[in-house]
Structures are given as C-alpha cells and as structure tokens.
C-alpha cells in the first residue's frame, strides 16, 4: 500500500502535465476506524508544490488543490491492484477462510475486474495553515490508541461497551458497541 501510494504521488507530481516538480510526502498507515473494524488507509502529508528537476525554484500547484484528485484515485487503484495481481501470481497472498475461494486464478481475476470498474476514493484537504497544524494532524494517527478513556462506556469483565461514529451515516453517533 505504501508503495502504490509514494508511486502515484511522485509520478503524478513529477509528471509536467501535472506539477512537474520533485516532491515529499510524509505516509501514515491507519489500519482502523471510528467503529474500529478493520479499514486500511494512509493518510499523507504533501508540500503544497514542489522542487522543479534542476533544483533552482519552487513550482506551486495548478490546481486549488495540490493534485488532481481523480487523477490520483486511477492512478493509485491500478497500482495497488497490479501490486496485488503480482503477490497473488507468486502465491504470496493467504487466500483463506472467506476469501479461501480467490486462491482460484479465475475467481481472484473476477474480484480484480469489479476492483477495476469500481471508482477509489482519494480524500483532499486543503492546505493547512503551518509547521503546528500539521504536526497536530499527523499526531491524531501516529499517538492515537483505537478507543481512548473518553469513548469508553462500559466493562462488566467480558464485553466492553464504547461511543463510535457512524460514518456511513453522516458521522452520528453509533450505538455503543
């Protein structure tokens, strides 16, 4: 994932079309949600422009945001997958349990095709506003336990009750867990 990730925002942001200019991204894996299910996501941290190829000027982004976010969700989709595609052929990928059945080539190339027509989302914030505003993001997934104290309801010795947010359904709050 972090891979796919570092190649679409390099590439696109190298590319002069695009912004044409080196630039860095600080990456960081966030394997849960609100709820706190399983859900994989990098959250990035880009420079609002770049360093053109001779190393002599800032570039500033063409965009109001810093790339093309369509762009970035195509590009990022069929890298992740063709990464995929690859552990999968060299047999690196446990296909067991539920997803015992993608072992099959026939059927994991039937999970890649809906994978491919289905569009990926790539979420943008704008610019922030300096050096602390963009440690205070970084922090909230770098120093952050699943569920803190604050959400925490209940604990009878077996079952732990806690607030979530449901995104699904405009951010309310969800029933406790």
Not at 15 to 41: C, F, M, R, Y
Not at 43 to 70: E, M, N, Q, T
Not at 80 to 108: D, E, S, T
Not at 125 to 154: C, D, E, W
Request: charged share 20%; proline share 6%.
């Amino acid at each position: 994932m972090f891979t796919a990730t570092a190649q679409t925002l390099l590439g696109i942001a190298s590319d002069s079309k695009h912004l044409g200019a080196e630039i860095g991204v600080i990456a960081i894996l966030h394997t849960w949600g609100q709820n706190p299910l399983l859900h994989p996501h990098i959250h990035c941290v880009v420079p609002a422009g770049g360093i053109s190829p001779d190393h002599r000027r800032w570039i500033r982004p063409r965009y109001a945001f810093f790339l093309p976010v369509k762009v970035l969700s195509r590009v990022f989709r069929g890298k992740f997958l063709a990464g995929v595609k690859c552990l999968h052929r060299r047999k690196k990928l446990q296909c067991a349990g539920p997803a015992a059945a993608l072992a099959n080539p026939r059927q994991f190339a039937k999970l890649l095709c809906r994978l491919h027509r289905h569009d990926w989302v790539v979420y943008a914030k704008p610019a922030f506003g300096g050096p602390m505003q963009v440690l205070r993001y970084i922090s909230r997934y770098t120093h952050r336990v699943a569920i803190s104290n604050h959400r925490l309801l209940a604990f009878d010795q077996e079952r732990v009750t806690f607030r979530w947010k449901d995104y699904a359904h405009g951010g309310k709050q969800g029933h406790p867990l």
